[in-house]
């Protein structure tokens, strides 16, 4: 396999020049299940693991390579496996909460280089869901593409992209009929060579059917065709990152599809810039735009100059990633505390030892 067709490029180059003098090879991660990974380097496909340094050095879950990652492995001899020593930098990713009590982050998809936001022309059709993923978009250093698909159901196709440019500034806009193959040149185009597409949207907008579009096979087909997990045991398995033939690569992850809105990033200001712009123009500089004097806000709401359905997803999207903030603090609080304990605990041990060496 050729790296620059796995998209391999200066960038990732550049980090690995060090890591190149200990014998490691580059090779990107395809596929996950339970932290055992299927690699493809230049020599071919490798199941890896992290070598035990890198699991003790690693801080949180971010730190363990995702797919779309380049790693740094050193295949194992005789066999087709290898351990896994470093992440590369990451160009982009797209960072999910994990479940449970502690909100902890962790990486679905890494390196992608365009996310399609793809909406359905149908009944699903909503600006105010695009103004979502737009954020997650920015946030993770992919540029977005919005795709709206089903075109061959919506009689007013123009009117619907014309919508949705007027909350997705500079986007390109692409409008397809997965199930009629129509568009699909189009898209291709946006991927280009050795670049990593993703695909974001709700459930049943087409993402699948898109998918098989650009790979010319079913998904069905394209499984992993060494097909046998860490237990030597045979089961269905995608490759969840894939080379489209004639180039370019998708990333298609479950992880992907179930993406949380997890912002830390200026996402939300890129996306509602029109709003931050106005409240920059309101008298008082903490302005909650609700009856302060001089709020620019409340005005042009008033004045019907920002329309109120985007000022409610606005301050939706504004509730959520404060919470998702709090909850951030909360659990670094958490560690932190956690740490200090540690510390007090090293500390009071010292002591004791001092205490007893002295009244020896
Ligand atoms: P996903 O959940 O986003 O992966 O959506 P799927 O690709 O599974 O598609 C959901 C349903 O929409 C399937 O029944 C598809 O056949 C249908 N579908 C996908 N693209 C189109 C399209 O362009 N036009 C129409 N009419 N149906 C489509
Ligand atoms: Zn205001």
Excluded at 249 to 275: A, C, H, K, N, Y
Aim: hydrophobic fraction near 40%; glycine fraction near 10%; charged fraction near 30%.
């Amino acid at each position: 396999m050729n790296l620059a067709e796995l998209g391999w490029s200066d960038f990732f180059a550049k980090s690995f020049e060090p890591l190149s003098t200990r014998g490691f090879v580059p090779a990107r991660a395809s596929r996950e299940h339970n932290r055992v990974y299927s690699v493809i380097a230049e020599e071919g496909v490798f199941s890896a693991e992290v070598s035990g340094r890198f699991a003790y050095d690693a801080a949180s879950k971010k730190d363990f390579p995702a797919v779309g990652d380049w790693v740094a492995i050193q295949p194992e001899s005789g066999g087709g496996r290898a351990t896994i020593h470093a992440v590369l930098p990451r160009k982009s990713a797209f960072v999910r909460k994990t479940a449970g009590a502690r909100t902890e982050e962790q990486v679905v998809a890494a390196n992608v280089d365009i996310v399609f936001l793809v909406s359905g022309l149908d009944g699903d059709f909503s600006v105010r869901r695009i103004e979502r993923y737009l954020t997650a978009a920015w946030d993770s250093g992919a540029s977005p593409v919005v795709v709206l698909n089903k075109a061959d159901l919506c009689a007013d196709v123009e009117e619907r992209a014309r919508e949705v440019e007027s909350v997705a500034f500079g986007v390109p806009i692409l409008s397809v009929s997965a199930k009629e193959a129509q568009g699909m040149a189009a898209l291709r185009e946006q991927i280009g060579q050795g670049k990593t597409a993703a695909f974001l949207g709700s459930s049943g907008v087409g993402k699948s059917t898109l998918i098989n579009g650009l790979l010319g096979v079913s998904r069905q087909e394209v499984q992993d065709v060494r097909g046998d997990d860490s237990r030597g045991r045979h089961t269905t398995t995608y490759r969840e990152l894939v080379v489209i033939p004639g180039g370019g690569l998708v990333i298609d992850t479950p992880g992907m599809r179930e993406l949380q809105l997890w912002s830390d990033g200026d996402g939300l200001e890129r996306t509602f810039e029109d709003i931050e712009e106005r409240a920059a123009e309101c008298r008082f500089r903490d302005c909650r735009h609700e009856s302060e004097p001089g709020c620019a806000v409340r005005r042009a709401l008033e004045e019907g100059e920002l329309d109120e359905g985007r000022w409610r997803s606005y301050l939706k999207l504004r509730k959520e990633l404060d919470y998702l903030a709090s909850r951030q603090d909360q659990s670094a609080r958490l560690v932190e505390k956690a740490r200090w304990r540690k510390i007090a605990m090293e500390v009071r041990r010292i002591e004791k030892n001092k205490q007893s060496r002295g009244d020896r």
